[in-house]
């Protein structure tokens, strides 16, 4: 499920951007831009991601800040090494 969340060309941008961000965390408002998106729809793509267990939000107010899961991304990692198993 994590590599077919990550399979779809903007949600792979925002893990990208994601990944560049302090704390690998950023707020839906900046996300939108990076992707040229509307905030609803980068949403729909960071629900995506939460499901997949890729990513956490939180909610500050009006803004909804996403982060990325580490022992996600390191179980994705595992699974794409060549010298892995």
Not at 17 to 44: I, M, N, Q, R, Y
Request: net charge positive.
């Amino acid at each position: 499920m994590r590599l077919k969340a990550i399979a779809d060309p903007i949600r792979l941008q925002l893990v990208a951007f994601l990944l560049g961000a302090p704390k690998w965390e950023a707020c839906t408002c900046d996300l939108a831009p990076v992707v040229g998106l509307s905030e609803a729809t980068v949403s729909h793509h960071l629900r995506k991601l939460l499901e997949a267990g890729l990513c956490t939000k939180r909610r500050d107010g009006m803004n909804v800040w996403y982060r990325l899961v580490p022992d996600s991304l390191t179980a994705i990692s595992r699974m794409l090494d060549p010298g892995c198993c």
